[in-house]
Structure formats: C-alpha cells, structure tokens
C-alpha cells in the first residue's frame, strides 16, 4: 500500500486554465477561465498512478506554491501618489489578484496546504513590472522542487507527484533526488511547452526517465473541470459542464455547436 503527495506549481496551474490558454481551448467557452476541482485532479493523478500500480491507493500530502500580491491599504489613491498609474491599473490589478485568491482558496478548500503560498506585498516596482509583463515570480519552482524531494526522501515508498511546466524543476529533482525515476511523476500541459524557461538549458521531458509516464493535464480536462454533469461534445468535442443532466439518449452538444444547429 502505498499514497500519492502532490506538488502543484499553482502560478503554472493558474496560468494555463486562464483564458485563452491551453485548458480553457479545450472548452465550450476558451474566453473564460477552467474552474478547476482539485478533488477531482486528486483523483485522476491517482487513477493515472494506480495504472501502474493499484496498490496506490491514496492521497498523501498535497501542497500548492504561488504567491498572491498583498494589496495596500492605500491602493486605490495610487494614482494620486504615482501619476505613472491609471485608475483602471489598479482595478485590474485587484481583480488579478482576488482571481489568484479564489483559486489558492479554492485549492485549501478541497485540502491543499497553503503553507508555500507566498504573499509579498504590492510595491510601487512590482506594478510597473506587472503592467509591462516583465514580472518574474522567483520562489515557487524552487519551493516545489524542495518540496517534493522532501517528501520522497521521508516516503521513498510513496509516489510523488509535481505538476509544473517549467522542465527546469527536473534536474534539480534529479540531482537531489537520484533514485526519481522510480516514484517521482510529472503532471504538464503538452510534451513540446514543457520546455525550460532559459533556452541555454532547456531540459527536454525526454531526457528523464519515469517509470510513470507524465500526465498531459489538456487530455483530462473534463475529470477536473468543476460541475456535476460534465460531457465532451458529441461534434467538436469541447468539454462543458451543465447543472442539470442531459438525458442519456441525447447527443451532447456545447453552447457553440447548439447556436450552429438551429
Ligand atoms: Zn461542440
């Protein structure tokens, strides 16, 4: 018998069930945001190890690193402080960051710890950064990385899990963690964006050896997406989830599909 620890790069997992990105393009509505349930990621992490070994047969401990801006207490008269900031900055600043909020809630909510979440607070610099896209987020790949060898080092029995797209984390993992291969899994978005954030030392998913092959999270979109009655499009194959169930005789069909047709 033997658990499954879960790591979870949560500015990666936020980023890529945004709008627009590689989750959210396997939907009905690409323009709007994944709800993601991490119950449900739980258990299809699990299920994906217990293909290889069924005496898996639980969750160990499940953390989430990212870090969340702390707003000040004066935000909202900043462009009375820095002319450099327009109101409307501000306003989409805080609803950056309250949608940040949500999801680190929602991840504690169904049992991750917030231990690594970090919560630096907003400075002037940052902002700028921020609105110019130039904002680099340092801690969380390292605290995953320190993370998850921790925990296979107290649990080399154990199965341990990191979900990230950064391919850098791995020959950290490798380097303190030699005996990897045989407990340690990835959980990414797709083999070719699973690339190292600095060309010179872009690690390829290939060149590491798991015994359990990487999870592609654009594969399980609709066992994580949140809702009780969740299909995949008899047409386009686009996931959606509806509050009420279609009846079992009927052909699911998404929002998009359905304008098409009548
Ligand atoms: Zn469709």
């Given at each position: 018998?033997?658990r499954?620890?879960?790591?979870?790069?949560?500015?990666?997992?936020?980023k890529?069930?945004?709008?627009?990105?590689v989750?959210?393009?396997?939907?009905?509505?690409?323009?709007?945001a994944v709800?993601?349930?991490?119950?449900?990621?739980?258990?299809?992490?699990?299920?994906?190890?217990?293909?290889?070994?069924?005496?898996?047969?639980?969750?160990?401990?499940?953390?989430?690193?990212?870090?969340?801006?702390g707003?000040?207490a004066?935000?909202?008269?900043?462009?009375a402080?820095?002319?450099r900031?327009?109101?409307?900055?501000?306003?989409?600043?805080?609803?950056?960051?309250?949608a940040?909020?949500?999801?680190?809630?929602?991840?504690?909510?169904?049992?991750?710890?917030d231990?690594?979440?970090?919560?630096?607070?907003?400075k002037?610099?940052?902002?700028?950064?921020?609105?110019?896209?130039?904002?680099?987020?340092?801690?969380v790949?390292?605290?995953?990385?320190?993370?998850?060898?921790?925990?296979?080092?107290?649990?080399?029995?154990?199965?341990?899990?990191?979900l990230?797209?950064?391919?850098?984390?791995?020959?950290?993992?490798?380097?303190?963690?030699?005996?990897y291969?045989?407990?340690?899994?990835?959980?990414?978005?797709h083999p070719?964006?699973?690339q190292?954030k600095?060309?010179?030392?872009?690690f390829?998913?290939?060149?590491?050896?798991?015994?359990?092959p990487?999870?592609?999270?654009?594969d399980h979109?609709?066992?994580?997406?949140?809702?009780?009655?969740?299909?995949?499009?008899?047409?386009?194959?686009?996931?959606f989830?509806?509050?009420?169930?279609?009846?079992?005789?009927?052909?699911?069909?998404?929002?998009?599909?359905?304008?098409?047709?009548?």
């Open positions: 018998m033997s499954l620890h879960i790591f979870i790069d949560g500015s990666w997992l936020f890529v069930a945004s709008p627009q990105k989750l959210s393009s396997k939907t009905e509505h690409p323009t709007q709800a993601i349930d991490f119950k449900k990621l739980d258990a299809a992490l699990l299920k994906h190890v217990q293909a290889h070994n069924p005496e898996c047969v639980d969750i160990g401990a499940k953390f989430l690193s990212t870090s969340v801006f707003l000040p004066d935000f909202d008269v900043w462009p402080r820095y002319p900031f327009l109101h409307d900055n501000i306003e989409q600043t805080k609803r950056a960051v309250y940040r909020e949500k999801f680190v809630e929602t991840a504690v909510n169904a049992g991750y710890s231990a690594a979440v970090y919560r630096p607070p907003l002037d610099w940052m902002l700028d950064k921020l609105m110019s896209n130039q904002f680099q987020e340092k801690q790949d390292a605290t995953v990385v320190a993370l998850l060898v921790r925990s296979a080092i107290i649990h080399p029995d154990d199965y341990h899990c990191v990230t797209g950064d391919a850098d984390v791995l020959p950290a993992i490798r380097v303190a963690y030699p005996e291969s045989k407990n340690v899994l990835v959980a990414a978005t070719d964006e699973l190292g600095h060309r010179a030392t872009a390829s998913l290939n060149a590491f050896r798991f015994r359990i990487p999870l592609y999270l654009q979109v609709a066992s994580i997406i949140r809702g009780n009655h969740v299909y995949e499009c008899a047409h386009c194959h686009k996931v989830a509806r509050p009420k169930p279609i009846p079992v005789k009927a052909r699911p069909c998404c929002a998009p599909c359905n304008l098409l047709r009548s």
